[in-house]
């Protein structure tokens, strides 16, 4: 194929060295993985929290995503695992891929809330404090990070040759190998598909332009970036999840991640609505009542936090 009509796959997806195999679409996943990390921790800074609190969160976050992430994928792709002819062992092979994000964001989501949020204590003892954040406060930092970190993975499954589209004659349409296990069966050799891990990819950049500036016109906190940033992803991988032609189940029509986006969709406005109508002033602070940088009690200090004072003039000055 000419090179200007198509888009060319790749004809590997790993690499060794020594005797360890390293895959592209690990690669990816941990590159996106430290630039979400990087990302919030600078936005952090600069909303008066400490950086150093968003590797504390991701600690527990990280590990819960890729979880859920592969539970969610193998629970909607349940016939490549355990159909007589398939080995089921194969559902612990991530470097194949199949992280499903919206199992990722759920599973992620109460990760970071842990780990913001909740001491783990035995008895009156605390083992293991939490950064002291408040959850939609580290979620609101983390938004860019985390359209970058999916804009990375998605060109995981690009070396994996994966979840590509429809037929498609545009030039930038994708050439999938004849002998892939995922080509279509009845189509002829040569045809090219939609490259959704492309469109998902531009969607997660343009993503990040989009709530950045909305974010500086509106001032989008309490959560608002983060609804906003469901919102905006939602609605990209509907369309985008209709495209694609890998296995999935079909509920009414449509596949399973379109009605998880149709959710995400619903959530990311429920949050938006509720927390307008909740805080009509500014966000002072990230840090829980009684919390500060390094984790301290601010035990020299009232009970009564900046967010409650905040809180307490938006019930004197209610929004008109």
Do not use: C
Request: aromatic share 12%; hydrophobic share 45%.
């Amino acid at each position: 194929m000419n090179l200007l009509s198509s888009i060319p796959s790749p004809t590997i997806s790993s690499f060794t060295l020594g005797t360890v195999t390293v895959h592209y679409y690990a690669l990816f996943i941990l590159a996106g993985i430290v630039v979400a990390t990087i990302v919030t921790a600078g936005r952090m800074k600069a909303r008066g929290m400490e950086a150093g609190a968003a590797i504390d969160i991701a600690i527990w976050a990280v590990p819960f995503g890729i979880i859920g992430g592969r539970l969610f994928h193998v629970f909607t792709h349940a016939n490549d695992y355990f159909e007589p002819d398939k080995d089921w062992t194969s559902m612990f092979k991530l470097w194949e891929g199949g992280l499903a994000i919206y199992g990722a964001l759920i599973f992620g989501a109460l990760g970071a809330y842990i780990g913001a949020q909740v001491d783990i204590k035995a008895g009156n003892k605390v083992l293991i404090p939490s950064a002291g954040i408040k959850f939609l406060s580290f979620a609101d930092a983390l938004v860019p990070g985390l359209l970058a970190a999916q804009a990375l993975g998605r060109w995981g499954n690009y070396f994996n040759v994966e979840l590509f589209g429809e037929p498609t004659d545009l030039p930038w349409g994708l050439e999938v190998p004849y002998a892939n296990q995922a080509y279509p069966i009845g189509l002829p050799e040569g045809i090219l598909f939609h490259p959704t891990f492309l469109y998902e990819s531009l969607w997660s950049l343009l993503g990040i332009a989009v709530l950045l500036l909305l974010e500086a016109r509106f001032n989008l906190r309490w959560g608002r970036m983060f609804g906003l940033y469901l919102i905006w992803y939602s609605a990209g991988r509907f369309f985008i999840e209709g495209m694609r032609l890998d296995p999935s189940e079909v509920i009414l029509g449509l596949r399973t991640n379109q009605w998880s986006a149709i959710l995400g969709f619903l959530v990311g406005l429920a949050i938006l609505v509720y927390q307008n109508s909740k805080h009509s002033g500014v966000e002072t602070t990230g840090y829980l009542p009684g919390r500060g940088p390094r984790n301290e009690v601010k035990d020299t200090e009232p009970a009564t936090s900046d967010e409650s004072e905040v809180e307490l003039v938006e019930s004197e000055n209610p929004t008109k």
